[in-house]
């Protein structure tokens, strides 16, 4: 369940433009532009961010480094804050609309220990519960200690946890420590993406919660993906009955493992009988999903899961089992159940992720 949004500051909360202010501090736009340049290919913008040494100290390095720019260098760092132009367009208005929703709103920023006056001139900050700046941490994204820092500093289980960044390298790195991820443009693309995320993930509760009503394992993951392919969710329930105890019970592969190939087919199976690309590229996604399941569950077999052997294994019967809370008890299917909808559900997410990866503008700006 996700619980945790984590936002970046510039580009996210709020919007900057190094320009505005380096075209009033050289003495030419070509001049602004080669010390820009220089700023982010030579890494002076990560010291900044970082400050190994102290503000003050890193302008100085940078000053000495770039003499034909000594004095406007200093003048970059006094006017630092001036970067900031002001809020993201309906960022403030959206994000006390998600801490009405229950949401705990955090920031994870690189910026230096001049972002302190940022955070005092605009009220969006406000809304943060807490924040982590790289510069207090002397660490920076996309390094991977900064997400594990963010959780350790706020106790937060990634997989509980959104984050929004304007940079695609950001979002790589939470992800691949566990996190959602949206790379962010603007307040009302944030906000679809974090819907269909949040749609995504309330999906796994709904097939366990199916599981818990009496549906059999294919059926309870099944329905609670089938609407978002046109299918009403009795006609879900019904494709899926057949495959409950391992195949009308005989204990073959598990129930919740043909859910995930069934809604596999609903999302991507071909329709053309010539198609065998379509074809394949459908068989890759059930045997990647699969492996997943199996590595996850340690048998994607009815009868070895439930730990059936001899004579329970060799005997399967038609006879659905009572529902009772013994039952409940001793049987790990709500788990298998829920393993495989967040198996299918981390598929949904990646592809929405693939399609940000598309659609994402190329940027030269770091933070």
Sequence with gaps: MIKNLIFDFGKVLV???????????????????????????????????????????????????????????????????????????????????????GYRLFGLTNWCSKVHVTMKQYPIFELLEGRLVSSEEHLIKPERAIYERMCEKFALKPEECVFADDRMDNIEAARDYGMRGIVFRN????????????????????AVDNFMQGYGCCQSVVAAFADMYGLSDNLAKRIGAGFGGGVGRMRMMCGAVS????????????????????????YKVVQDLLAKSKEQNGSLICAEILGLKGVDKAKPSYIASAR???????????????????????????????????????????R
């Design 15 to 101: 919007d900057y433009d190094y320009m505005l202010v380096l075209d009033q501090v050289f003495s030419t736009h070509e001049q602004s532009v080669d010390f820009y340049n220089h700023l982010m290919a030579e890494g002076w913008n990560k010291r900044l961010d970082r400050e190994d040494k102290p503000f003050g100290a890193v302008i100085d390095d940078m000053a000495e480094a770039m003499p034909q720019y000594a004095d406007e260098i200093r003048q970059f760092g006094s006017r630092y804050t001036e970067f900031v132009i002001g809020e993201m367009e309906g960022m403030r208005s959206l994000l006390g609309q998600l801490k009405q929703e």
């Design 187 to 206: 307040a009302r693309q944030y906000e679809a993406d974090l819907r269909r995320i949040l749609d995504i993930e309330s999906r796994v509760e709904r």
């Design 259 to 282: 859910g995930i190939v069934t809604c596999v087919g609903l999302d991507c199976g071909q329709t053309d009988g010539a198609d065998r690309e379509g074809k394949s590229a459908c």
């Design 324 to 366: 009772t809370a013994e039952y409940y008890k001793k049987r790990p299917c709500a788990a298998k159940v829920e393993s495989a909808a967040r198996i299918f559900a981390d598929y949904l997410e990646d592809k929405l992720f693939a399609e940000e990866c598309a659609a994402d503008d190329s940027k030269t700006v770091y």
